[in-house]
């Protein structure tokens, strides 16, 4: 069962593959270009390939997150419509990213009354996690 303390989450492949991988490797091409001094543009040119991966593996993990925070936003507009009627524009305007993709694990029964109180408290999203009462995993997320 979810719940705040164990709700991070980690892809095996790219936090614990992937990345030390390239990392090592640019490393690895830089030290042997101040180590050589034959065939500078071949040392280079792996200096050059190995920070585009490392480059790659990063911006596509970016793109992916923020997809998911856009999804998770029209999420809670659906959500908050579907509990009030209402849009959630003028509740949206004052709340942070980040107070809303934490207000994504309340259950219904303590979403508005939270979404209240993140307002009026200015809560972040780490008290508004940890106000949860009734956490309602998201075992979807990236």
């Not at 543009?41 to 920070?51: G, P």
């Not at 936003?73 to 509740?91: A, D, P, V």
């Amino acid at each position: 069962m979810q719940n705040y303390k164990n709700h991070l989450r980690f892809n095996p492949a790219h936090h614990f593959v992937l990345i030390p991988a390239t990392v090592t490797l640019l490393i690895w091409s830089i030290i042997h270009y101040f180590q050589s001094d034959a065939n500078c543009w071949d040392n280079l040119f792996w200096i050059l390939l190995t920070f585009s991966l490392l480059l790659l593996s990063l911006i596509t993990r970016v793109y992916a997150l923020k997809n998911q925070d856009r999804i998770i936003r029209l999420e809670m507009r659906q959500r908050y419509f579907e509990l009030t009627g209402s849009s959630f524009s003028e509740k949206e305007k004052q709340l942070k990213l980040s107070q809303i993709i934490a207000l994504r694990f309340a259950s219904n029964e303590e979403f508005l009354p939270l979404v209240e109180r993140a307002i009026k408290e200015k809560l972040s999203n780490k008290e508004i996690k940890l106000a949860v009462q009734n956490w309602q995993g998201d075992t979807m997320r990236i």
